[in-house]
């Protein structure tokens, strides 16, 4: 477990993917990188690599604020132990009513099917590069977001998968969707947010994620060609999408958190 010492909030980063080596070599690792884009002063994050079968105990729990769950390359619907073991820790936070933000590949749909919903292959194959993601009409406020009526239509968000939800859990709430995809974000009650896409990506990170994908013959290069084209030609929200889930993680309810900001994310 590895931590970010201060004497603020407690934040837990459960990381579901191993770090590859362009993100250790110029970021760190992905701890770093969600802990730059989600975290502020003064606050104690702390890593537990649960695809190595790193997990929390269950009376460690009570301690954080909240808890961020990364992507990941395995299938959802797998039955590997850490996996397994991933879907009860999921359903306990969801009873403790815990904050959980989740972020995609495989990993967002794992709290889908641990919450009772269907997950499965998307339909219309891989989702890769930038996507506009449309916000529900008519919503109404949401605990982290205020009143979504006087929000941007849309926003932009680097997107990695190749799963979809097909059924939102019982109590969950659809509110953001796009032209490829029914279910880009939802939540349910105050304590859970899932999104579809990655607010923590950089364009290099995507970049050489597709460039491996690619080399793994996962991918093919006109799909490889089209994703970073459309990352050369237009950016990512990232700054919004950022303060979204700060907004979320930290309990605020902003009157328009998803408001556009001129600039992005750095």
């Not at 395995?74 to 989740?102: A, H, P, V």
């Not at 009772?116 to 109404?140: E, N, S």
């Not at 929200?237 to 979320?248: E, L, T, V, Y």
Request: with cysteine; proline share 3%; hydrophobic share 40%.
């Amino acid at each position: 477990m590895r931590l970010v010492e201060a004497a603020g909030k407690r934040y837990a980063l459960l990381q579901a993917a191993r770090d590859s080596d362009y993100v250790k070599k110029v970021y760190g690792g992905y701890f770093d990188v969600f802990v730059a884009a989600f975290g502020e002063e003064g606050e104690i994050w702390d890593l537990y690599r649960v695809v190595e079968g790193e997990f929390p105990d269950k009376d460690e729990l009570e301690k954080y604020d909240g808890f961020v769950v990364s992507g990941s390359p395995y299938d959802s619907y797998g039955n590997d132990d850490w996996i397994l073991q991933l879907c009860l820790l999921l359903q306990t936070l969801n009873t403790m009513k815990r904050k959980f933000l989740e972020s995609a590949l495989a990993i967002r749909y794992i709290l889908c099917r641990a919450l009772g919903g269907k997950v499965g292959k998307a339909r219309t194959g891989w989702d890769i590069g930038l996507r506009r993601v449309k916000l529900v009409k008519d919503l109404g406020p949401c605990s982290f977001n205020g009143d979504l009526s006087e929000n941007p239509p849309s926003l932009s968000i680097i997107e990695c998968h190749q799963d979809e939800v097909w059924e939102v859990p019982s109590g969950a709430q659809v509110i953001a969707f796009s032209d490829k995809t029914g279910v880009e974000m939802f939540t349910m009650g105050d304590h859970i947010l899932g999104i579809q896409g990655h607010p923590e990506y950089t364009k290099d990170i995507l970049y050489n994620l597709v460039d491996r994908l690619l080399i793994n013959n996962c991918i093919k290069k006109d799909l490889a060609e089209r994703a970073k084209l459309g990352l050369e030609m237009a950016e990512a929200d990232r700054k919004s999408w950022g303060m979204i889930c700060r907004n979320f993680l930290k309990g605020r309810s902003q009157k328009n958190p998803l408001k556009r900001i001129p600039d992005y994310w750095i």
